[in-house]
């Protein structure tokens, strides 16, 4: 993957998924079934995109599929307010994020800490 993503990769194609989700909750005045298209699409293409960076990405799949499985329920009729499905995807991602972080392995390495003078 290109140099931006750095050590954390989900976080970065998270926040992609949470602006939609913002777009569509402040203003951007699309339907259900196409709120459920665009945000199903961002996180199915965000588990690809993760699953090819790092060596393990089922905890990655698991909040990508979570995710579009949140989003077409919404376009299928599931009327849960926005607050309610927030809290929901940030409890399945810190779930997982608990988990992954022991799991996964970063293909840039952490920067050393500095030495004490």
């Known amino acids: 993957m290109i140099k931006i993503w750095g050590r954390e990769p989900a976080a970065w194609l998270t926040l992609f998924a949470v602006v939609v989700k913002l777009a ?18 961002a996180a199915a293409v965000m588990g690809i995109l993760i699953a090819l960076a790092v060596h393990d990405g089922l905890g990655v799949a698991i909040v990508g599929f979570a995710q579009a499985g949140l ?5 299928f009729g599931l009327d849960w307010s926005t607050d309610r499905q927030a809290v929901v995807m940030a409890f399945v991602t810190v779930a ?4 992954d972080r022991t799991q996964v392995t970063a293909k840039v390495p952490a920067k050393q800490p500095l030495p004490l003078a």
Do not use: E, H, K, R
Not at 25 to 41: K, Y
Not at 71 to 75: E, K, P, R, S
Not at 96 to 99: E, L, R, S, Y
């Open 24 to 41: 569509v909750a402040f203003g951007w005045d699309a339907s259900p079934d196409v709120q459920a298209a665009v945000n199903a699409t």
């Open 71 to 75: 989003a077409l329920a919404i376009g």
């Open 96 to 99: 997982v994020g608990m988990w």
